[in-house]
C-alpha cells in the first residue's frame, strides 16, 4: 500500500486494478500473489473506509485479520 494521499475514486481504481491483476494469476493457478493481491486490496479498502469515518468494527476486523493468517 503507497502513502501516497489519493481521492476515493482514485482508491477504488487501484482496487480495481488489483483485481484485475488477481483475475489474470488466477488463470495461473498463482495462489500466494493471489493472496497477496486479496490482501492489498482489502488494506486500501479499510484505509479508505476508515478515512471516510466508517471503521471496521472490531469483530470484522479480527475476522478479517484471522483469514490472512
Known amino acids: 500500500m503507497s502513502n501516497l494521499q489519493r481521492t476515493p475514486v482514485e482508491?477504488?481504481?487501484?482496487?480495481?486494478?488489483?483485481?484485475?491483476?488477481?483475475?489474470q494469476q488466477?488463470?495461473?493457478?498463482?495462489l500466494?500473489?493471489?493472496a497477496y493481491l486479496l490482501?492489498?486490496?482489502?488494506q486500501e479498502a479499510r484505509a479508505e473506509l476508515k478515512k471516510a469515518g466508517f471503521p471496521m468494527p472490531p469483530d470484522q476486523?479480527?475476522?478479517?485479520?484471522?483469514i490472512m493468517q
Do not use: C, Y
Open 61 to 66: 476486523a479480527v475476522r478479517a485479520d484471522n
Open 26 to 30: 488466477a488463470q495461473r493457478g498463482d
Open 11 to 23: 482508491t477504488l481504481h487501484h482496487i480495481a486494478t488489483f483485481a484485475e491483476q488477481m483475475s
Open 39 to 42: 490482501s492489498m486490496a482489502s
Open 32 to 34: 500466494p500473489f493471489i
